[in-house]
């Protein structure tokens, strides 16, 4: 079984940047797609990007292409979110989700077994 734990979240105001690390523990991280997804008030949970296992291929939501970057680190068994240029739009609880054994990234939530507790993230005008 796989435990994800985000950190990172705060506020800040609009146009700053924000960096998420999700620490992923208790099952082999290096076959596992990792993604990162957002919920508003009021909203659904949406994609918000992905990485492969591998590191190689990343996919993001049209919203947030150009500003933000997801990354990983296999010694640390970390997955990232490097957000820039941050809107109110942004703002959101944001989790981190795992994909084990698989090669492709989704953006439906409902394809990831594993799920962080969430880090909130607000953007202030």
């Known amino acids: 079984q796989v435990q994800l734990v985000e950190s990172g979240g705060g506020l800040v105001q609009a146009g700053d940047s924000l960096r998420l690390s999700c620490a992923v523990s208790?099952?082999?991280?290096?076959?596992?797609?990792m993604g990162w997804f957002r919920q508003a008030p009021g909203k659904e949970r949406s994609f918000v990007g992905g990485i492969t296992a591998n590191g190689i291929n990343t996919r993001y939501a049209d919203s947030v292409k150009g500003r933000f970057t997801i990354s990983r680190d296999s010694a640390k068994s970390t997955v990232y979110l490097q957000m820039n240029s941050l809107k109110p739009e942004d703002t959101a609880v944001y989790y981190c989700?795992?994909?084990?054994?698989?090669?492709?990234?989704?953006?439906?939530?409902?394809?990831?077994?594993?799920w962080g507790q969430g880090t909130q993230v607000t953007v202030s005008p």
């Open positions: 989700a795992a994909r084990p054994i698989s090669w492709s990234i989704s953006v439906y939530s409902n394809e990831y077994a594993a």
């Open positions: 208790g099952r082999t991280f290096s076959n596992t797609v």
